[in-house]
C-alpha cells in the first residue's frame, strides 16, 4: 500500500523535447535549426507564440513563411494582449491537437507575466510532459529555465553587487540559467555572475544561430554554427560574491567551463560533457 502511495506522489515523467535557440537562427541558408523544429512539426503541425515580441505581426509572418516552407502545413499563432486573453477559452482549440510550440524572441518578461501560470500555459507544459516539443529562440529561449537572466552588463567582467537582474521562468529546464546571443554580446561575465549568485544553477550560455535539443530532462545535444558554453559551479570553493565592497570585481574559484560545438552533448544528470 506504501508503495502505491509513494508511486502516486512521484513527478510526472517528462518525455518531452526542448530545442532551446541563441537568437538569430538562419532563416535563409541550411537553416539546421528551424528544420529541427520542423521535423517534429510536420505531423502535428506547429504553434507560433509571439507573445514576447514587440512587433508580433512582423514576427508571424516571417516563422509563418520559413515554417510552410520547411514542409510545416499546420501553422497557427498564439498571442496574447495580457493574462485575461490565456483564459479564453477559445484559445484551447489552438492546443488540443498540436504538439509542437516555439517562442519567437522579444521581451521574456512579456511571456512570464501575460502567460506564465495561466490554464493555456498549464496546457504548454502538460504538451511537453507527455513528449511534445517546445522550441524558443533568444527571449523565448531564457524563459524555458526556472531562473531567467533579463539584464545585466553583457560586455565585461562581472563586479559583486552589479545590476544583475533574475525572476523566474517557466521552469521547464529546472536547475539551469540560459543566457542567449551569447558570444556576440559578450555575456561570459555576466552568467558567470549568474552562477556566482547560485552555484546550484547550471549555466549555459547559446550562441546565435546554435541551439541545444533536450530530451527528456536527461542530456542534450548541440546544433548549429556557434558554440554552447556551461558554466558548472558545483565545485566552487571560494567566492568574494557576499563579503566584497560594491563594484568589485567579482572573484571565483573552481568553476569548471566546457565549450561545445555541433554534435558534442551533455549529461545535465552527471554534468559530464561527452564528445561527437
Known sequence: MTSKRNARRAAPVTRGTLIIIGGHEDKA??????????????????????IAS???DAAWREYR?????????????????????AQDDPRWRLLRRRR??????GDQLRITARFGGTAICERVREIYRMGGVIAGTS???????????????????????????MAPGLGL???????????ERGRMGRLIG???HNPRLLGIGIDEDTAIVVERHASFRVIGSGAVYVVDGRAAYDSNISEAETGRVLSVFGLMVHVLSA???FDLAHRAALAA
Not at 65 to 85: C, K, Q
Not at 139 to 151: C, D, E, F, H, R
Not at 155 to 163: A, G, K, L, T, Y
Not at 173 to 183: C, G, K, R, T, Y
Open 100 to 105: 509542437v510550440v516555439f517562442f519567437t524572441g
Open 139 to 165: 527571449s523565448g529561449a531564457s524563459v524555458m529555465s526556472g531562473t531567467m537572466l533579463i539584464s545585466g552588463p553583457g560586455d565585461e567582467s562581472h563586479r559583486v553587487r552589479d545590476n544583475l537582474h
Open 263 to 265: 554534435g558534442n552533448r
Open 65 to 85: 513563411e520559413v515554417f510552410s516552407d520547411l514542409g510545416v502545413r499546420d501553422i497557427e499563432r498564439l498571442e496574447l494582449d495580457g493574462r485575461a486573453d
Open 54 to 56: 514587440g512587433d508580433g
Open 194 to 196: 549568474g552562477v556566482a
Open 29 to 50: 541558408g541550411d537553416r539546421v535549426i528551424l528544420s529541427e523544429v520542423a521535423r517534429h512539426a510536420r505531423r502535428h503541425g506547429v504553434l507560433v507564440a509571439t
Open 173 to 183: 529546464i529546472p536547475e539551469v540559467l540560459i543566457d542567449q546571443h551569447f558570444a
